[in-house]
């Protein structure tokens, strides 16, 4: 099992659909990131985040140390959105991420 | 442009060649680290450099791979007898060692192809 899991997997959605994506993980963590990578490999950062909830733009994440859970959300999504994303945690005391493997979604005009 | 910079982007080489990446991180960072990403998964760790310390590295990375920062600005990343399975995306990211977050910034990859 993964320390780190994404759900889903794979996510094709209408444009203005509400979207959220999952990541778990199971070991102890002092910061989560959640990042954004386009067709050629081009990394993005979104959001890093240790408690509560962050807000950018049409981009909510929130997290949930207690539960190892945290969630990103796209309102009025719209096909530029189209991406990997992927979630990636520092554990605690290291420097290193650990990635979940991503969720690819698409969003339909 | 200040972010971190990979070269080259795409290397094609031949089984058995020896390959070598170079990635200039953003000039005040002092962490580097080194990730390879296969096709569908997400990145996994090789190394990581503070200033020119190699301070951990990944079982991932075998005898074949050898990382370097001599003077902790740029690094390099060298494959020896490169195999078809080294087939990736090597992704190069840094950070300072301020903050809570040391959040990670990154390169965009080099891509190996080998054949």
């Known amino acids: 099992k993964n320390e780190v899991e994404q759900s889903p997997q794979n996510l094709t959605a209408q444009e203005g659909e509400f979207i959220t994506i999952n990541c778990s993980y199971s070991v102890g963590i002092s910061a989560l990131h959640w990042l954004q990578q386009h067709p050629g490999g081009g990394i993005v950062s979104l959001f890093m985040?240790?408690?509560g909830k962050k807000k950018h733009g049409r981009l909510i994440a929130t997290i949930n140390i207690q539960e190892k859970h945290s969630s990103l959300h796209i309102t009025a999504s719209h096909p530029r959105d189209s991406a990997v994303y992927i979630c990636?945690?520092?554990?605690?005391?290291?420097?290193?991420?650990?990635f979940g493997t991503g969720t690819r979604l698409k969003v339909l005009a | 442009d200040t972010g971190v910079s990979q070269n080259p982007r795409h290397k094609i080489t031949k089984r058995g060649q020896n390959v070598t990446f170079r990635c200039d991180p953003i000039s005040e960072h002092n962490r580097l680290y080194w990730y390879r990403q296969t096709l569908g998964q997400g990145p996994e760790f090789l190394t990581y450099f503070q200033n020119e310390a190699q301070l951990e590295k990944s079982r991932l990375l075998s005898d074949r791979f050898s990382a370097e920062r001599p003077k902790g600005s740029f690094s390099t990343l060298e494959i020896q007898r490169t195999e078809q399975g080294d087939s990736a995306m090597y992704l190069c990211?840094?950070?300072?060692?301020?903050?809570?977050?040391?959040?990670?910034?990154f390169g965009p990859g080099t891509r190996l192809t080998v054949l």
């Open positions: 985040l240790s408690s």
């Open positions: 990211a840094s950070s300072l060692t301020r903050g809570s977050y040391n959040e990670q910034f």
């Open positions: 990636a945690v520092r554990t605690s005391g290291t420097y290193k991420y650990i």
